[in-house]
Nanobody, 119 residues
Framework: QVQLVESGGGLVQPGGSLRLSCAAS????????MGWYRQAAGKQREMVAV???????NYADSVKGRFTISRDNAKNTVHLQMNSLKPEDTAVYFC?????????????WGQGTQVTVSS
């Protein structure tokens, strides 16, 4: 089992910045992908930024150039630096780890942290 706890959400004005953090604990091994997703009210959850199994990063087109994902493997944390925030970035942001165990893929989610961009 992997436990994920997000932090860093809040209310910010358009153009502002926030940094989200995700702390992982438990049996952290064979992690294939890790990253951030978001879900706005009335919409489906969507990928924001992830590390692929090869270690490269993928970003949603809507956040490229504004958001940066980073990780600290020694501390089992992954971060999302969000700059130039827009009202359309308002959503609950979820941390995600996908772990391979016994030939199966296990998907873990944090509880989510609310990000609200509004003046």
């Amino acid at each position: 089992q992997v436990q994920l706890v997000e932090s860093g959400g809040g209310l910010v004005q358009p153009g502002g910045s926030l940094r989200l953090s995700c702390a992982a604990s438990g049996n952290i091994f064979n992690i294939k992908t890790m990253g951030w997703y978001r879900q706005a009210a009335g919409k489906q959850r969507e990928m924001v930024a992830v590390y692929t199994p090869g270690g490269s990063t993928n970003y949603a087109d809507s956040v490229k150039g504004r958001f940066t994902i980073s990780r600290d493997n020694a501390k089992n944390t992954v971060h999302l630096q969000m700059n130039s925030l827009k009202p359309e970035d308002t959503a609950v942001y979820f941390c995600n780890y996908d772990q391979q165990r016994g030939g199966q893929l296990f998907v873990y989610w944090g509880q989510g942290t609310q990000v609200t961009v509004s003046s």
